[in-house]
């Protein structure tokens, strides 16, 4: 792959060229929408800062840290400036960990700062019981209490903490949470601490800024300010493609910043953009303009490309809805490849706000329900990227062993283990001789396997129990509490005696509610779910395409149908009323649902290489069609009901 | 970033030493056997050895007993912490603010405030509990082994004792640990606070290499012994060519491809050709001016392949270029003075290792360089010439405002060196013995630089031009004047015959100075013998208003009345009780010589009055003890007075309790029959016309030492040419010198030769000096 360093400039790279070469250079945001090459941008940033003060950098060893949201994209990105050791490339959640990892003492101390913290919480909590309390809320309350006592008693003896997968304080374990907390209390709180990050990383580049957490980028920006030393903050992102609720948006630009906007799209055809650019009308006021696109042979124009709405009835005839609506595009654009086929998933992407409809065609409906309706929003939140922690042991390892294990790639399942099983360290194997332990590993690895590929009707909380029992994997100590109920100490108490969404009586007896169904769901539940999210099945999730871009795509917008309350398709069009609530956060000035809607709208058209189609499910379509026709955001000629389908 | 300073604990005599470093340039004196050489080993040792770098001997001598006393541990006991002693260093390093990122593993948290940030390496036991039980297993087998020989004999296997065991598995049972130092929890001396325990670097943390990262010395040792079998390990000594041909070959042997390293090497030479050229012009041009022999006019020109590939085949030559245009002509190295080619070897080293600490991968931001006795055959223009330029070659053009510095050390014996850049880098090593130890206290002259603003300037000024070997002696002498200088090494002879063999320093410096010595003396706490005149005067009031003129008249100042003081503060209100006293502005006092005998005679001599005894009038002055006299200053270490003392003078028949005012005086006094005899005519002292008695003899002496024809200089070469048993050393600079016998051979009697090999490798030629 040829470096993305070496594509033509915009009048955005020479801009943040300029910046970097002041003297002082200067601090930045870039505003770049859908299809600019924003990470081209920051690529072409890093290397600009490389040539001009790498040498002086390298003298002091200083280094330019570059903060991606995926390990993925940090791969790529530092593959992309000649694997550079003057650039430390990573999320933010290693730049934390690189940044406190020295000063373990201030980590013991914010550790225990912690759990007390949580310990007050549940005495208060304890303190104030309603009369609605069930027996098991309250035995649970007692249990974590406990535990959490016993942690605070044995942190004084923890030597040296560690960034891990999860929280585990007494075995010195700090999770992606902790890092976030601690790392910003700390740069807040100890002028040295700043003062040291900017020596060490004078410049510091933030992709995706938008969804990075306002605290991260308020400690930053309080780096940036620190008297006597200089850092150059750079924020790449759009405000526009904000998908997680923890993001903060807008990067506001200091005084003396610059404001780099960058306007260019060159992914979306001239119908998409057009769309693209009356969504985001009502949002902000960028407006992108076609980017130049040079081929082998010259510059490429822009195709012209389609951008359809249909509004539907939503009723029981949507899936025979959706097949019309692909023959009318595919006959409409005279491209076969809207049809359906057996590599669908190539085809068209079809993207959804996740709903019940895919999970049942697909095979998983109990599971989705489980960790869907009245769950708390944390696996909600983490049902799609398989990281709640329910989930997560299941897609990272059980899943993948399991079907490994089916198409007997035998090397692929060493591996598994090797990477997330203690059974096979040293210190575990003591006293076993590795034939006897490999022989317990397999007999556990077909049971998996039959559970999950079979077709037995074995639950997802028996595999999972087996597992725990048999030690073959360390789970969450949040999990392995629901596993093994009785061992009080062995695990942690919900995540949520902190957030607000288990907070309170209501959330733990959410979350029980919510284990209780998601540990009886049959096993074989999790492969069809895999499949889903793996992306093998044409169906995509909208706020899980961030940065990818496919040919053809149709989005579908179905309130109805989902469970999510951060998001409404009819609210955000005007079809429905905002409620007492949403009238509340819109006199305070806050985001609301349309807000949050609008956006998710945006990044799933603004995928669409060439042809766009939209089916809004809705009661009343007639009237819907009406209403918007007056909204200016699709053509008056691409908007369609089903009479469109009568007509071809 | 800086070295600010470094504590040993238990290497060899430096039991606890604490050694501060200058920003720039600190310098390393001391008598012979100081620990000198041992200070810049440590930190060496230390940072870029290993524990490999260690032996038993490294060990001060109480540990020896320690190890000893550590066997006797009853197994089951727990193991008292220090049962097994350690060898410590503690680095100090200034950091700026801004550059603590530096240091980051070294911060002992991210609420600590300061600049000074410190690690501890230690040479410790790996586990006491094991290294006593490896011991036993090991003394029982040998024991076992033993047994089954023949009865009867003497012989006993090893390990005889705890050291006997641990010559042999040191090694294996020490390892080097490191600790953060947090400064908060140290004084300012840099000693602990309480029972504060540094944290200890974890293992994956790497000190050593956390160390390696931030420090890089180089040592150019002093000349080695002749004999050195080994010729890639030359001294300054050897052929320059060689030495500059390696400088290109150690560097290309081992990177032929690297052209970084060979546009290093390439950029390296230029910067040698510059600098030669640059910075030491001035000491060319010099050397011009004093002329060399059998040519004029010649200049340095170093002439070398300048291709680096072909240097490895081609040594590199240094050549005279002597003439200008096209008369010039060359003369190859061998014909260089020995001390011009020291100096250019000195600075080919240097320039080495800066042009290879310059080229470093991840380079340490700090040069440590150490440079031993750099005097070595160097004369005393061209030692002051290279201590003033040495710092200009330590700039890097580049490294301007960066976060880079070096810092040299360097270690003499030459007063040219030494006192040319005054006293602030003075570091000055002072035995000292505790009990029967042999210890090492470092003193930093720089805090006696900012605390005595009043005589500094004069001492660093007399230093200067006296070239006086003060820092490096055993003991000191100050005298009166020319004619004590000239006579001592006699009457040392004569009356204290071992003193002889201990480095002396005889500063001549006059009753109205001595007293100005006195900071400088108890600072150091350095034994003093002071001789001086008992200087009687009688007292002259002024006229109001009429001026002294009277040439035989003498001023001088005596402190004012303590009651006085009380006087003046109370004139104070009170109002400042806290203050220090304010101190009254001295008396003035007006005084003719007299003779020491007249009735209430006092003294004018300054040091008499404000240092030893401080007493202000003769009568005061005769009944001194010898407590009075004598001055403890720190372990023992003491500074003794000697003024002329009376003793029965028998002349004519008679005697009579006298001393003399002079030394010249008191010497006929003590020798009247000799000193008055017809042959003694050259010696001046010839008292003429009737001597009845002896007041009569110290009366007429007096008049003659005081008429201005009397030659003083010329009394003590006459005396000098007399047969020196034939007199006797006047009695006060006998008692004198026979109680500094006896303080010197205290404090060297108990001198153990070091047993270590690598200590002190330089003694052959540092006995030289």
Not at chain 1, 627 to 637: A, I, T
Not at chain 2, 504 to 528: M, P
Not at chain 2, 627 to 634: G, I, M, P, S, V
Not at chain 2, 736 to 748: M, P
Request: charged share 25%; hydrophobic share 40%.
């Amino acid at each position: 792959m040829s470096s993305r360093a070496n594509k033509p400039d915009t009048q955005a790279d020479i801009d943040l060229r300029n910046c970097l070469q002041a003297v002082q250079p200067r601090s930045f945001i870039m505003k770049a929408g859908a299809g600019s090459g924003k990470t081209t941008s920051l690529i072409k940033g890093l290397s600009s800062a490389i040539q001009i003060h790498g040498e002086q950098l390298r003298k002091l060893r200083q280094r330019i840290a570059c903060i991606t949201y995926t390990e993925i994209a940090a791969g790529e990105i530092w593959r992309d400036v000649g694997s550079d050791p003057l650039v430390h490339v990573s999320t933010i959640h290693s730049f934390f960990w690189l940044l406190a990892k020295p000063f373990q003492n201030d980590i013991q101390a914010w550790v225990s700062e912690r759990i007390t913290e949580k310990i007050e919480v549940l005495e208060q909590k304890q303190a104030s019981y309603g009369p609605r309390v069930q027996q098991r809320t309250k035995d649970k309350d007692t249990r974590d209490l406990e535990w959490l006592r016993s942690q605070l008693d044995g942190i004084a003896e923890v030597k040296g903490f560690r960034y891990g997968k999860g929280s585990d304080y007494l075995k010195g374990t700090l999770g992606h949470d902790d890092i976030l907390k601690m790392v910003t209390y700390l740069i807040m709180q100890r002028p040295l601490f700043r003062t040291l990050l900017a020596r060490q990383f004078p410049f510091v580049f933030v992709d995706e800024s938008q969804d990075t957490t306002t605290e991260v980028i308020e400690a930053l920006k309080t780096v940036g300010r620190e008297p006597g030393v200089r850092c150059c903050l750079g924020f790449f992102g759009d405000p526009m493609q904000q998908i997680y609720a923890t993001g903060t948006g807008l990067v506001e630009a200091e005084p003396h910043w610059a404001d780099i906007p960058k306007p260019e799209n060159f992914r979306c055809s001239i119908q998409v953009l057009n769309l693209a650019n009356a969504i985001r009308r009502d949002g902000d006021d960028l407006v992108q303009v076609p980017g130049q696109r040079l081929g082998p042979d010259g510059i490429i124009p822009t195709p012209e490309g389609a951008a359809h709405l249909f509004v539907l009835s939503a009723d029981d005839t949507r899936d025979a809805n959706l097949v019309r609506v692909r023959e009318w595009m595919a006959a409409r654009t005279g491209d076969d490849r809207w049809r359906s086929d057996d590599d669908d998933h190539e085809r068209v992407k079809l993207l959804v706000i996740v709903h019940q409809m895919a999970a049942k065609r697909l095979g998983f409906g109990e599971l989705y329900t489980a960790l869907n309706s009245r769950a708390p929003s944390s696996f909600k939140d983490g049902f799609l990227d398989g990281t709640a922690w329910p989930l997560s042991p299941c897609v990272k390892f059980l899943i993948p062993i399991a079907i490994a294990h089916t198409g007997n790639r035998q090397l692929e399942v060493m591996r598994l283990i090797r990477e997330y099983s203690p059974l096979l360290e040293k210190g575990d194997l003591a006293g076993v001789t590795v034939a006897e332990r490999l022989k317990t590993i397999n007999e556990l690895v077909i049971s998996i396997a039959e559970g999950i590929a079979g077709d037995s009707n074995v639950t997802i909380g028996d595999l999972l129990r087996q597992v725990n029992d048999a030690g073959l994997l360390i789970f969450d100590p949040r999990l392995a509490s629901y596993l093994n109920p009785d061992a009080a100490l062995s695990g942690q108490p919900a995540e949520g005696a902190g957030s607000d969404d288990t907070q309170g009586e209501d959330g733990s007896d959410r979350e029980m509610a919510s284990m209780d169904a998601f540990l009886a769901c049959p096993a074989k539940q999790l492969l069809a779910y895999q499949t889903y999210i793996s992306e093998r099945s044409p169906f995509g999730t909208q706020q899980g395409i961030k940065g990818a871009e496919f040919e053809r795509v149709l989005v579908v917008l179905d309130d109805a149908e989902s469970t999510h309350f951060q998001f409404s398709y009819e609210k955000y069009l005007r079809l429905k009323a905002p409620s007492d609530t949403d009238q509340k956060h819109i006199d305070a000035g806050e985001e609301t649902v349309v807000d949050r809607t609008r956006r998710l709208f945006y990044v799933s058209c603004t995928r669409a290489l060439k042809e766009l189609a939209v089916v809004l499910f809705t009661a009343d379509p007639e009237q819907a069609e009406a209403h918007l026709r007056q909204l200016d955001l699709f053509e008056g000629d691409s908007i369609h009901t089903h009479n469109v389908f009568e007509a071809g | 970033m800086q070295l600010h300073s470094y504590r040993l604990r238990n290497f060899r005599r430096l039991k606890a030493a604490h050694i501060e470093l200058a920003d720039d340039i600190s310098i390393f004196v001391g008598s012979n056997n100081s620990g000198k050489t041992s200070a810049t080993q440590a930190i060496q040792a230390f940072v870029t050895g290993g524990r490999d770098r260690f032996s038993l001997y490294d060990f001060s001598s109480s540990c020896w007993k320690a190890f000893d006393e550590a066997e006797s541990n009853n197994v089951d006991d727990p193991i008292p912490d220090g049962l097994l002693p350690s060898i410590d260093l503690d680095l100090w390093f200034e950091v700026a603010v801004p550059d603590l990122y530096l240091v980051i593993p070294l911060l002992p948290s991210a609420a600590w405030e300061g600049s000074k940030v410190g690690i501890r390496v230690s040479f410790t036991a790996r586990s006491p509990l094991n290294l006593i039980q490896n011991y036993r297993a090991a003394k029982a087998k040998g024991a076992a082994q033993a047994a089954e020989l023949s009865p009867g004999s003497e012989y006993v296997p090893w390990p005889r004792s705890m050291t006997d065991y641990l010559q042999r598995e040191l090694k294996n049972e020490y390892e080097l640990r490191y600790f953060v130092l947090d400064h908060t929890q140290f004084d300012k001396n840099f000693l602990e606070i309480g029972d504060y325990v540094p944290e200890e670097l974890r293992k994956e943390q790497g000190g050593g290499a956390i160390l390696k990262s931030l420090i890089h010395i180089d040592n150019l040792g002093a000349q080695r012994h002749l004999a050195d079998p080994n010729p890639e390990a030359g001294g300054r000594s050897e052929d320059l060519s060689k030495r500059l041909s390696r400088f290109y070959k150690r560097n290309l042997d081992q990177r032929q491809d690297d052209h970084a390293a060979l546009r290093a090497l390439f950029e390296s030479e230029q910067a040698l050709n510059s600098h030669l050229d640059g910075v030491f012009k001035p000491m060319l041009d010099r050397l011009s001016k004093l002329g060399y022999p059998g040519v004029n006019n010649p200049r340095l020109k170093i002439m070398s392949a300048l291709d680096p590939a072909h240097v490895m085949s081609q040594d590199a030559r240094v050549h005279y270029q002597i003439g200008e245009g096209e008369d010039t002509a060359t003369l190859p190295d061998s014909y260089n003075g020995l001390g011009f080619k020291n100096l250019i070897y000195m600075v080919v080293e240097i320039l080495d290792a800066q042009a290879k600490w310059v080229a470093m991968e991840n380079r340490p931001p700090l040069h440590l360089i150490f440079v031993e006795e750099p005097e070595a055959h160097l004369h005393a223009q061209l030692q002051q010439v290279f201590i003033r330029n040495v710092l200009e070659l330590l700039n890097i053009k580049d490294d301007v405002d960066s976060i880079f510095s070096s810092q040299m050390v360097i270690t003499t014996h030459s007063p040219h060196i030494l006192y040319e850049r005054g006293f602030k880098p003075i570091r000055y090593f002072r035995r000292t013995k505790i009990g029967r130890e042999q210890l090492t206290e470092v003193l930093n002259l720089s805090a006696f630089y900012q605390d005595q603003s009043d005589d500094r300037d004069f001492l660093e000024r007399y230093l200067k031009l006296t070239h006086c070997d003060l820092f490096f002696s055993d003991a000191a002498i100050l005298v009166e004047g020319n004619v004590e200088r000239l006579l001592l090494p006699v009457m040392i002879r004569k009356v204290a015959r071992p003193l002889r063999s201990a480095c002396l320093c005889i500063l001549e410096v006059g009753g109205a100075f001595g007293h100005r010595f006195q900071s400088l003396i108890e600072f150091l706490g350095l034994t003093t013998l002071i001789i001086t005149d008992i200087d009687s005067v009688a007292l002259v009031v002024p006229e109001a208003d009429a001026d002294i003129d009277d040439e035989e008249v003498e001023e001088f100042e005596v402190p004012a009345d303590e009651e006085e003081d009380v006087a003046r503060q109370v004139q104070d209100g009170g109002q400042n009780p806290a203050a220090k006293p304010v101190e009254s502005p001295p008396k003035r006092k007006y005084g003719k010589a007299c003779l020491p005998n007249e009735p209430g005679a006092a003294t004018s001599n300054q040091t008499l009055i404000k240092w030893l005894p401080g007493k202000r009038t003769i009568e005061e002055l005769r009944n001194a003890s010898e407590t009075d006299k004598t001055h403890e200053l720190k372990d023992n270490t003491k500074v003794r007075v000697a003024y002329q003392t009376e003793r029965p003078i028998t002349w004519n028949g008679a005697t009579e309790n006298l001393c003399g005012r002079t030394l010249e005086e008191d010497f006929s006094l003590e020798n009247p029959g000799w000193s008055q005899s017809v042959e003694r005519k050259p010696l001046g002292l010839i008292v003429k016309g009737e001597i009845a008695d002896p007041s009569t003899l110290a009366k007429g002496l007096h008049k003659r030492v005081s008429r201005k024809s009397f030659d003083k200089t010329k009394f003590a070469l006459a005396l000098l040419t007399e047969d020196e048993d034939a007199w006797d050393v006047p009695t006060y600079i006998r008692e004198g010198l026979v109680w500094l016998n006896e303080e010197v051979r205290i404090e060297l009697e108990t001198v153990i030769p070091d047993v270590d090999p690598m200590a002190e490798t330089g003694g052959i030629g540092e006995a030289d000096e």
